[in-house]
């Protein structure tokens, strides 16, 4: 997604000649890499469940996103940590998820989250994220951790004042979301924080429900987000695996409430939302040769088929998904539309809106856009 930047090394008289054509690269594509650090102590449910429920909407902001006119990959990486069914010797950590691209997985060990007990070590959780998770990348890339909690920020052996100030030099944000009272959570050395790594310090309401606002788009979105489904080709060893979580995670979203299945839905229409792992048609779009791919890993109805019949099949899937895409991003402008008419003011941020506007303001110092 984004366009290199031609550097003064170069000199000023060899930027006067004009390139032939085939000599400009396509830039690398930017990637926004999201590290996501749960508490999930017993005091921490709300969080949990907004998490869950916000994902898709997470998402599908961040699609919105471009720069140099093309949309960033978004990697998430998900910890949780202040559990006392964690082991003691890694300061009550885990690391739920390396950085991945398959979002279903994400919403997959959200929807596993159990709270119990708490003793909420914040530096021993940034320390773990900023040594066990793949930082590596370009300039371009926008490296944000969002850690959230409401315990001292100072608990446990690690010192969060060299973990942050780590981070930074890393040109890694951290934004620290107290759950509770600003005040207390200034006391609390969660604003020193954020400040050490240069990053944001913001306060929610992890108990609040948000606000469902119904919009005659609903039903239809959802049931296009089943039927894109329809679309996908599994193969090789992930392949059945893959489709049965795409449909259980859509079963969970429904399950939620209407607007967290039609925000599902939407994400299913976006760039971010690829599974080359275990379908045919996503692969194909990232290089895989589907004549490379072994009769034994495709599909039972694909095994008979000639190399041309296949070939065909497949790109006949991508057109009716394509075409089930531009119906779900036409309802969802609608849809979202809608909800910017109806939106009440809602005293204190949730997750999601703490996290998107950080996100914003962020990725549009390092020159991202968004689209309105």
Known sequence: MHKTLLTGLLGLSLLAIPLPAQAKKDPKQAVVKVAILLDTSNSMDGLITQAKNQLWKIVNELSKAELNGRAPKLQVALYEYGNDGLPVTKNYVRRVLPFTTDLDRVSEELFRLKTNGGEEYCGAVISDSLKNLDWAGSANDMKAIFIAGNEPFNQGGVNYKEACASARQKGILVNTIFCGNRS???????????????????????????????????????????????????????????????????????????????NRAASKATSNYSNGNWDLVDAKKEGVSVSKIKKEQLPAEMQSMSEGEREAYVEKKRVERDKIQKRIQDLNKKRDDFIAKNQKQQGKDSLDSAMLKTIRVQAETKGYKFDK
């Open 184 to 262: 207390e959570g200034a006391n609390s050395n969660w604003e020193d924080g954020a400040q050490l790594a240069g990053g944001r310090f913001l306060v929610i309401d992890q108990d609040q429900r948000v606000a469902d606002i119904p919009t005659p788009y609903d039903k239809e979105l959802s049931e296009l987000g089943t039927q894109v489904n329809k679309t996908y080709v599994q193969y090789g060893p992930q392949g059945r695996v893959g489709a049965a979580r795409q449909a259980s995670m859509d079963e969970a979203a429904a399950g939620a409430a209407p607007s967290v299945a039609a």
